[in-house]
């Protein structure tokens, strides 16, 4: 079971917008719309993003979008801080089953 | 404020099995589904498999012949074993409620998450 594909690293400066793509396969990102996004700071737990493509789990900055064209979904960080700098990590539903991607690791220069 | 906590061995033999179990606080067990995650070092995220509180389960297909799920809904717990366990095993393992669509029950997002518990496999 492959991972979905990720960037390996993005990085912006802080204000900035940066996406970050997740791309699979109609059995998966295409297939469903449940593709959800995690981040996880060093030696944290992932934490919830957004769910659902596009949905934003109370307490979560409105600064972070989600969104899916086809195969490719995509996590938007605008206004980007210094808090933002980790690792993101999508998960799309695929019959039955979960898969992530392999994570991207953003950097805030 | 459900939180879920992870405990059991952190250090298993080669070849023997790996037992966890997830205890969720603050919150019931039941009518959700559970699942568990793992993460070796410096590695992404890799789905081992969830459990519903019916006690019905899906594995990852490349993990499926040696991974078995349970729940305890009367201690409010739900724990994992694997089998056969090699030095790839070797990973973080956290636990986590998965969240369902509301419509079609289809689970899909997991929120929230155990803090993790680190396995190691080796002799």
């Known amino acids: 079971q492959s991972a979905l594909t990720q960037p390996a690293s993005v990085s912006g400066s802080p204000g900035q917008s940066i996406t970050i793509s997740c791309t699979g396969t109609?059995?998966?990102?295409?297939?469903?719309?449940?593709v959800s996004w995690y981040q996880q700071h060093p030696g944290k737990a992932p934490k919830l993003m957004i769910y659902e493509v596009s949905n934003r789990p109370s307490g979560v900055s409105n600064r972070f979008s989600g969104s899916k064209s086809g195969n490719t979904a995509s996590l938007t960080i605008s206004g980007l801080q210094a808090e933002d700098e980790a690792d993101y990590y999508c998960?799309?539903?695929?019959?039955?089953?979960?898969?992530f991607g392999g994570g991207t690791k953003l950097t805030v220069l | 404020q459900v939180q879920l906590q992870e405990s059991g061995p952190g250090l298993v033999k080669p070849s023997e099995t790996l037992s966890l179990t997830c205890t969720v606080s603050?919150?019931?067990?039941?009518?959700?589904?559970w699942s568990w995650i793992r993460q070796p070092a410096g590695k992404g995220l890799e789905w081992i498999g969830r459990i519903y509180t019916s006690g019905s389960t899906n594995y990852n297909p490349s993990l499926k012949s040696r991974v078995t799920m349970s729940v305890d809904t009367s201690k409010n717990q739900f724990s994992l074993k694997l089998s056969s366990v090699t030095a790839a095993d070797t990973a973080v393992y956290y636990c986590?409620?998965?969240?369902?669509?509301?419509?079609?029950?289809?689970?899909?997002?997991?929120?929230?998450w155990g803090q993790g518990t680190l396995v190691t496999v080796s002799s």
């Open positions: 109609s059995s998966d990102v295409g297939g469903y719309n449940y």
């Open positions: 603050g919150g019931s067990i039941s009518s959700y589904y």
């Open positions: 986590a409620r998965e969240g369902d669509d509301i419509l079609t029950g289809y689970p899909n997002w997991f929120d929230p």
């Open positions: 998960s799309s539903y695929t019959s039955s089953s979960t898969r």
